[in-house]
Structure formats: C-alpha cells, structure tokens
Nanobody, 130 residues
Framework: QVQLAESGGGLAQPGGSLRLSCAAS????????LAWFRQAPAQEREGVSC????????YYADSVKGRFTISRDNAKNTVYLQMNSLKPEDTAVYYC???????????????????????WGQGTQVTVSS
C-alpha cells in the first residue's frame, strides 16, 4: 500500500517561495507517477505538476510553468515541489498523489486528472498573502 506524507506548506508573501515535500513509501512496482494537485476553496482539485519514475519526465500546468519545479530525491524517496514567484492565486491545499504507470494511465493527460490517481496524501495548506 502506497503511503504519502506532505510537508512544507505555510504562509508566503507574493513573489516569495516555498518548498513542499512528499515522502513516499510502499511501492511494489518500479514505474509510477508522483504528482502534485491543489484545491482552493469552492474549486475543483487541479493538477499542478507530475513526475515519472520511469524516465524522469516532468509535466506542469500552464499556470505554474516557469515558476514551479518538481524533483525527486531517490535516496530519500521524496518528491519536492519548489514554488517560486508565488501569487495569491496559488493559495490552496496542496496534495501529493501517486499511481502506477500501468493500464490506462497516460503521462501528460492522466497527470492532471485526479480520478486517475489511487493514492493520496493528507494535504498541506499554502497561503500566499501580504
């Protein structure tokens, strides 16, 4: 059973930075996607970024491209989301998610589709405000 635990959320000023961490464990297959989603109040959960363990490819939503960077520390089995140039509209609960690269899962499209992911962390709040 895959387990995910996020940390690193908090309060940042517009233009500031935060780094989120997601400690992952319990994988039984070698190839999987690790993704970050976010959900603002009264809004649908949206995909932010995705990482493939098979080839290291990364994917970003247009709204964060150039500002956010996803990366992984293999030794710690932890995926990070470095968030720079934060904007008030980045305020949301951020979730880490994981799914094996099998079946109908398709990198690029499934990365932004919450129902495509079967394992989720508990979420961490990010607030961008002056």
């Amino acid at each position: 059973q895959v387990q995910l635990a996020e940390s690193g959320g908090g309060l940042a000023q517009p233009g500031g930075s935060l780094r989120l961490s997601c400690a992952a464990s319990g994988f039984t297959l070698p190839y999987y996607a690790l993704a970050w989603f976010r959900q603002a109040p009264a809004q649908e959960r949206e995909g932010v970024s995705c990482f493939s363990s098979s080839d290291g490819s990364t994917y970003y939503a247009d709204s964060v491209k150039g500002r956010f960077t996803i990366s992984r520390d293999n030794a710690k089995n932890t995926v990070y989301l470095q968030m720079n140039s934060l904007k008030p509209e980045d305020t949301a609960v951020y979730y880490c998610a994981a799914e094996y690269l099998i079946g109908t899962f398709r990198l690029g499209s499934s990365c932004y589709d919450p129902p495509s992911f079967g394992s989720w962390g508990q979420g961490t709040q990010v607030t961008v405000s002056s």
